[in-house]
C-alpha cells in the first residue's frame, strides 16, 4: 500500500469515527420552588391522576412512577393515599431533532428528544410547590433493560434537586 491509499484509509477512518458518535443532550436539570414553603414537612406524597394527554407511553409511565417510587423512598418521604402531603404530577413531551451523527445505512438524521416534567403539588390549594425537568434522547429500538436505567438515571437527576437546599 502506498502512502497516499494509508492516508487516505486513515482519514476515512477519522472521518467515520467522528460520526460514530452517539447524541447526547445536556444533563442539566431545570428546578423551581416556593421559596417561602418549609419542605422538611413534607413526609407523604402519592400519584396525581395521570391526565390522557400525558404524552407517554403506559409501560413507559410505570418506569417513571417506579423509579420516583424509589428515589423519594429513599430520601424517607413515604407514598400515602390517605391525606398525602404533596401530589406527584408527571409530564412528557416529545420532539424530533436534526442529528448529524451516524446511526447506520437505514436510519434518518431525525432522532426523537423527550422532556420530563416533574410537579409537587398541594394537595389543599392544587398549587405548585416544586418542579424539576429535564431531557433525555429517545430510541425506540432500546431495550427494556437499558430503557429503565436511563428513566432511573433521569428521574435520579432531576430528584436530585428535591427538596430544595434552602429548605
Not at 404533596?86 to 436510519?107: C, E, M, N, P, Q
Not at 398541594?122 to 434522547?137: F, H, S, V, Y
Request: aromatic share 10%.
Amino acid at each position: 500500500m502506498n502512502g497516499f491509499n494509508k492516508f487516505l484509509v486513515l482519514g476515512l477512518v477519522v472521518l467515520f469515527s467522528g460520526c460514530a458518535s452517539t447524541i447526547e443532550l445536556p444533563k442539566t436539570v431545570n428546578y423551581d420552588y416556593n421559596v417561602n414553603m418549609d419542605f422538611s414537612n413534607l413526609r407523604t406524597y402519592d400519584l396525581s391522576p395521570i391526565p390522557t394527554t400525558v404524552g407517554i407511553e403506559y409501560l413507559m409511565l410505570v418506569r417513571i412512577q417506579d423509579a420516583i417510587h424509589t428515589v423519594l423512598q429513599a430520601k424517607n418521604v413515604q407514598r400515602s393515599t390517605q391525606n398525602p402531603d404533596f401530589l406527584v404530577s408527571i409530564y412528557g413531551v416529545r420532539s424530533k431533532i436534526f442529528t448529524t451523527a451516524w446511526r447506520g445505512f437505514d436510519s434518518d438524521l431525525i432522532a426523537q428528544k423527550g422532556k420530563l416534567i416533574l410537579q409537587f403539588v398541594d394537595p389543599k390549594t392544587n398549587r405548585i410547590l416544586w418542579w424539576g425537568e429535564t431531557r433525555a434522547i429517545l430510541d425506540p429500538n432500546r431495550n427494556p433493560a437499558v430503557e429503565t436505567q436511563m428513566v432511573n438515571d433521569v428521574v435520579h437527576r432531576i430528584l436530585q434537586k428535591f427538596p430544595p437546599a434552602s429548605s
